[in-house]
T-cell receptor, first 116, second 114 residues
């Protein structure tokens, strides 16, 4: 595997279900990100992790719970979602999160989530 | 505050036509980075280019070229002799030095018809 992978690619769930999205990066990066992409809206940054520590939580509802067990893996745990949470969830990674270096993010293919 | 504007929502061209995507940005920082990403129907955002604010040289990569003009705060992207495989959503993005956040534009959907 190369780059950033995400599983599953498609997920349909009911509002009472609990599911998890998985992201894995094979680039040796230290930072990982979750984005939400809804139809006709700009990408929304949800969470940022740097060296397994959460550095950003953009007022995301608690029904979304991230987990970063190590710098290569990132999860997004979902529970009691709403239909408006249906979207493409993208994971990304970058070498780092700050300093004087540029921030080049590499994205996974996304998980298309539908909440019924 | 950061802001990226992609005024063109959709562009449709016939194969072999050139297409230019506009990107205008706002930032108060003197050091910043500009990016273009391509999102094909498969969903993955594919990195195309990064430019820093101190390098205004235009760049060409195959059929792709980029025109960076600080005077007008623009970073436009041209696809020459477009092909059907170029059909995608293209995003312009900005980040300031020392900040991991990428501010994305709303994207421009390019459709290339055979």
């Amino acid at each position: 595997e190369t780059g950033v992978t995400q599983t599953p690619r498609h997920l349909v769930m009911g509002m009472t279900n609990k599911k998890s999205l998985k992201c894995e990066q094979h680039l040796g990066h230290n930072a990982m990100y979750w984005y939400k992409q809804s139809a006709k809206k700009p990408l929304e940054l949800m969470f940022v992790y740097s060296l397994e520590e959460r550095v950003e939580n953009n007022s995301v509802p608690s029904r979304f719970s991230p987990e970063c067990p190590n710098s290569s893996h990132l999860f997004l745990h979902l529970h009691t979602l709403q239909p408006e949470d249906s979207a493409l969830y993208l994971c990304a990674s970058s070498p780092d999160t700050g300093g004087d270096s540029y921030n080049e993010q590499f994205f996974g293919p996304g998980t298309r989530l539908t909440v019924l | 505050a950061q802001k990226v504007t992609q005024a063109q929502t959709e562009i449709s061209v016939v194969e072999k036509e050139d297409v230019t995507l506009d990107c205008v940005y706002e930032t108060r920082d003197t050091t910043y980075y500009l990016f273009w990403y391509k999102q094909p129907p498969s969903g993955e955002l594919v990195f195309l280019i990064r430019r820093n604010s101190f390098d205004e040289q235009n760049e060409i990569s195959g059929r792709y070229s980029w025109n960076f003009q600080k005077s007008t705060s623009s970073f436009n992207f041209t696809i020459t002799a477009s092909q059907v495989v170029d059909s995608a959503v293209y995003f312009c993005a900005l980040s300031e030095a020392g900040d991991y956040k990428l501010s994305f534009g709303a994207g421009t959907t390019v459709t290339v018809r055979a």
